[in-house]
T-cell receptor, first 115, second 116 residues
Framework: DQQVKQNSPSLSVQEGRISILNCDYT??????FLWYKKYPAEGPTFLIS?????DKNEDGRFTVFLNKSAKHLSLHIVPSQPGDSAVYFC??????????????FGQGTILTVHP | NAGVMQNPRHLVRRRGQEARLRCSPM?????VYWYRQLPEEGLKFMVY????????ESGMPKERFSAEFPKEGPSILRIQQVVRGDSAAYFC??????????????FGPGTRLTVL
């Protein structure tokens, strides 16, 4: 049962344009979401997060939008740069119990930004 | 402040051998998670440990896999009698509960296990 889904395996964007990466979830108990960026042969690095009490969080070129009713979130990168080319994962942690912080990841989206 | 360290970075084993993967968390972190990434898939939770305790091993196969996080030294993920299906990237992440970004986990670079 895939509780966090990224239905687009890949996305190709021109430098300077907007990149939009999408993520859907099924577990209504999730109340916090994170985006991670991963380069080949490296571990994921935290990019940006959003709490379910917000519908938007912005950090520089990165903005995450959350639509709770649709159980959907998206990551916007504006303007996109070639260095943004990486795999992007959305993830949600268990909120309580003994599995505090255990992350459920989507399958990832490979973003390629062309110069 | 050194990040999360994992070694070895690459490990090749033949079927039936044992694999030992090590993870040294960030300084001061006492919570460690292990995740596995199979080819073309996202990371999947395996086990959550605190120092000297296994908190949640619900994601770990019941047989051949074990994990520990001793009082001193790194966390160890041990896979006995490896099979080809164990070939994957294994990541650990450490976590400081109560930190400002309470849910932020810091990942190591991973160990890529190849079973021949």
């Amino acid at each position: 049962d895939q509780q966090v889904k990224q239905n687009s395996p890949s996305l190709s964007v021109q430098e300077g344009r907007i990149s939009i990466l999408n993520c859907d979830y099924t577990n209504s108990m999730f109340d916090y979401f994170l985006w991670y960026k991963k380069y080949p042969a490296e571990g994921p690095t935290f990019l940006i997060s959003i709490s379910s009490i917000k519908d938007k969080n912005e950090d520089g070129r990165f903005t995450v939008f959350l639509n709770k009713s649709a159980k959907h979130l998206s990551l916007h990168i504006v303007p996109s740069q070639p260095g943004d080319s990486a795999v992007y994962f959305c993830a949600a942690p268990d909120a309580g119990g003994t599995s505090y912080g255990k992350l459920t990841f989507g399958q990832g989206t490979i973003l390629t930004v062309h110069p | 402040n050194a990040g999360v360290m994992q070694n070895p970075r690459h490990l090749v084993r033949r079927r039936g051998q044992e694999a030992r993967l090590r993870c040294s968390p960030m300084k001061g972190h006492s919570h460690v998670y292990w995740y596995r990434q199979l080819p073309e898939e996202g990371l999947k939770f395996m086990v959550y440990l605190q120092k000297e305790n296994i908190i949640d091993e619900s994601g770990m196969p019941k047989e051949r896999f074990s994990a520990e996080f001793p009082k001193e030294g790194p966390s160890i993920l041990r896979i006995q009698q490896v099979v080809r299906g164990d070939s994957a990237a294994y990541f650990c992440a450490s976590f400081l509960r109560g930190a400002p970004l309470d849910n932020e986990q810091f990942f190591g670079p991973g160990t890529r296990l190849t079973v021949l």
